[in-house]
């Protein structure tokens, strides 16, 4: 059983950070998770940390710094006030798929409470730009940027949010339960 809650102490910032960076090779300054609307973090009995994600709803938009501005941009990359944008997504490996699912789900639950019409969403690492393109309709860039060689930024409007669950669910308690399944059952019958 995970516990959860929001991050608001100091050494909670710089331990989140430090898992952050462990996890996605990202350093975010400490200052940045404090500035930020939501830092939410999944603890373990013990209350070790095992998972956490963020959301933001304060200017500036970090995602939107990054993106070359064009012409076709959709308007709310130039407004912003009616955005969230997640990230600082972490997992680690001990996490079960149906906590990763309940991780997942309970981001999707904050991004509804902010009452906030578009979510952005990114990734620096195609692997894991492949994943957001699961349940992300919308991509608004991919490519360099003066930090890094590549990232992905996705969107979606606010009423795509049941179906990122039902993605969400699909993929944590159905799909990935089965193949892991089926791969214990072809490694015992060749055993």
């Not at 993106?67 to 407004?79: L, N, R």
Request: net charge positive; aromatic share 14%; hydrophobic share 40%.
């Amino acid at each position: 059983m995970l516990k959860t809650n929001l991050l608001s102490q100091d050494e909670e910032f710089e331990t989140y950070a430090h898992h952050y960076a462990n996890a996605s090779g990202n350093h975010t300054s400490v200052e940045h998770f404090k500035r930020i609307s939501i830092v939410r973090v999944f603890k373990n009995k013990q209350g070790e940390m095992l998972a956490g994600y963020t959301l933001n709803t304060r200017h500036p938009i970090r995602y939107f710094e990054d993106v070359p501005k064009t012409d076709d941009q959709p308007a709310f990359v130039s407004q912003a006030d009616d955005v969230i944008e997640t990230g600082g997504l972490w997992v680690k490996n001990e996490v079960s798929h149906f906590y990763r699912g309940v991780v997942f789900l309970y981001s999707l639950w904050d991004m509804i409470k902010s009452k906030k019409r578009f979510i952005v969403s990114g990734a620096k690492h195609p692997k894991v730009a492949k994943l957001q393109s699961i349940i992300f309709p919308n991509k608004l860039y991919e490519g360099p940027i003066k930090n890094a060689d590549y990232v992905c930024i996705f969107y979606a409007k606010r009423y795509y949010i049941p179906i990122q669950a039902l993605l969400i669910m699909n993929k944590y308690w159905i799909i990935d339960p089965l193949k892991n399944a089926v791969r214990t059952f072809k490694a015992k019958s060749t055993a």
